[in-house]
């Protein structure tokens, strides 16, 4: 009998199953569960995005269009960059993918070949890792510290783990899961490793916007040159309420443009247009939603974690950026045991922290971006289940 598995490649064998849809997956019909397992919010798409694509349906755009995106959305993108970040930005450096992760999949395949390495912040978003050793190259993490003033980011560690086979850094801030947000001094140290060391930045700063002291995050734009290797990978996603759209972006130099348009062209060979119209109007039209979208999310944040903090059998503390609450509790010794304890029994779903790499195990992550009610019920069965130890 043949059997078929064996017959796969290694990459395609060993890739792992997400520990967040294994949760998901054990409890998702179940209607009274509240579920802050995902990084999503639980607004639908506003109707001034989805107006635009109904008329493009309408309109007869449903044929294939440009590989990079359709210029509308890549000059939307340039202005939105010249809003929110400052400066004069080319259209020709946007590039149109079928979703954040795609955009995170092709820049991978783009840098590294078979045997390189990349070096991440660890704990983090785990289909960053997987991307990168289905692509057969190697994940390096460097996990962050949780002091007392939150998490960190040991700089000589980062510096020790960059080596010759070294192609890349990945660097989430805003992160996810943790809330760790770079600050100007922290993205110009990490710089200087990445052009001593000759390597590129992969920099995910999809929750920019998601920044609690100020209007958005530090950025690598805020400190990087012109000649810097950096490739910027981001997504409708998180700002817009559009996760389910699977529309995203790369910013990278124009020299690399052929580049990402033929792996765009062999992988999805481009997002249909009528989407792309959607998210033209989400840039253009949608700077106050994400501002009342982070004001929300504010609010559900302290609320969650001032509830957690209560119970004095949490460590927590509220994160700078993103919109998760990233905390152990006291006596927890698997987290995968007790994301299925706490859906089972308080009915609250989260996502365990050993599937986001070294640093998460003995972490529960929470995802706050929700209405307030939600929250205020989340906040009070978990504060009772916490209590029961």
Not at 10 to 23: K, L
Not at 84 to 100: C, I, R
Not at 218 to 231: N, T
Not at 359 to 388: M, T, V, Y
């Amino acid at each position: 009998m043949v059997r078929f598995f064996d017959e796969l490649s290694p990459q395609a064998r060993n890739a792992p199953e997400s520990a967040i849809v294994a949760v998901v997956n054990h409890a998702r019909l179940r209607e009274d569960v509240i579920p802050l397992w995902v990084g999503e919010g639980d607004r639908p798409t506003p109707s001034f995005i989805y107006d635009a694509t109904i008329k493009s349906l309408r309109d007869g755009e449903t044929f294939y269009t440009w590989q990079r995106g359709i210029p509308e959305l890549r000059q939307a993108l340039a202005d939105y960059y010249g809003r929110h970040f400052g400066g004069v930005h080319d259209p020709e450096t946007f590039y149109v993918t079928g979703s954040g992760m795609q955009a995170i999949k092709l820049t991978v395949e783009a840098i590294c070949k078979p045997g390189d390495e990349m070096v991440y912040l660890s704990p983090a978003w785990p289909n960053i890792f997987a991307a990168l050793e289905i692509s057969g190259s190697r994940a390096v993490p460097v996990t962050l510290d949780h002091t007392e003033r939150g998490w960190t980011l040991d700089l000589d560690r980062l510096s020790d783990a960059i080596g010759p086979s070294t192609r890349a850094l990945f660097i989430n801030t805003p992160s996810n899961p943790t809330g760790w947000t770079a600050s100007h001094e922290e993205l110009e140290a990490i710089l200087a490793l990445a052009r001593q060391a000759g390597i590129w930045i992969i920099a995910d700063e999809i929750y920019a916007r998601y920044f609690y002291a100020g209007h958005r995050s530090p950025s690598f734009l805020d400190v990087a040159g012109e000649d810097d290797r950096i490739i910027f990978v981001n997504s409708f996603s998180k700002n817009w309420s559009m996760t389910g759209w699977r529309v995203g972006w790369i910013k990278a130099p124009p020299e690399l443009g052929q580049v990402f348009e033929n792996l765009i062209q062999y992988s999805t060979s481009g997002v249909a247009q009528f989407m792309q119209r959607g998210a033209v109007e989400a840039l253009e039209k949608g700077d106050d939603y994400v501002e009342e979208q982070k004001d929300r999310a504010a609010h559900a944040r302290d609320l969650l974690c001032d509830a957690l903090m209560a119970t004095n059998r949490v460590r927590l503390l509220k994160p700078e950026g993103a919109f998760y609450a990233f905390f152990s509790i006291a006596g927890m010794e698997s987290s995968h045991e007790a994301a299925y304890r706490i859906v089972d029994e308080a009915d609250v779903g989260l996502a365990p922290g050993s599937g986001f790499g070294p640093g998460g195990e003995g972490f529960l992550r929470a995802c706050f971006l929700r209405r307030i009610d939600h929250i205020e019920a989340a906040a009070d069965r978990l504060a009772r289940f916490i209590s029961k130890g």
